[in-house]
């Protein structure tokens, strides 16, 4: 059975970083697309960033562009991501997310067969 499981949220001030993980268990992690998401406060859950299994190709969210850089350690079976500058509209619950190799849309949470259960990150002025 597939596991994720996130860590590194937490309070930070506007303009300050944070480096999410997420662990995967279950599946070799080079053979897996990864993907993050974020859902604030009666908003839908939003699309941030992903990385593909095979070419390591990434995408992100418009309004991460920029700021935020996600990452993968194969050998520690571990994702990143990396998030500067960050605002307040950042604050949200941050998830992970994954799928067994490739495949498109990897903006729309229906792509993903496995989430952690989140963890989260609040920017304050």
Do not use: H
Request: aromatic fraction near 10%; glycine fraction near 12%.
């Amino acid at each position: 059975q597939v596991q994720l499981v996130e860590s590194g949220g937490g309070l930070v001030q506007t303009g300050g970083s944070l480096r999410l993980s997420c662990v995967v268990s279950g599946r070799p992690l080079s053979s897996t697309t990864m993907g993050w998401f974020r859902q604030a406060p009666g908003k839908e859950r939003e699309f941030v960033a992903a990385t593909k299994w095979s070419s390591g190709t990434t995408y992100y969210g418009d309004s991460v562009k920029g700021r935020f850089t996600i990452s993968r350690d194969n050998d520690k079976n571990t994702g990143y991501l990396q998030m500067n500058s960050l605002k307040n509209e950042d604050t949200a619950v941050y998830y992970c997310a994954a799928k067994p190799y490739g495949g498109t849309a990897l903006e729309r949470r229906a792509s993903y067969d496995t989430w952690g259960q989140g963890t989260q990150v609040t920017v304050s002025s």
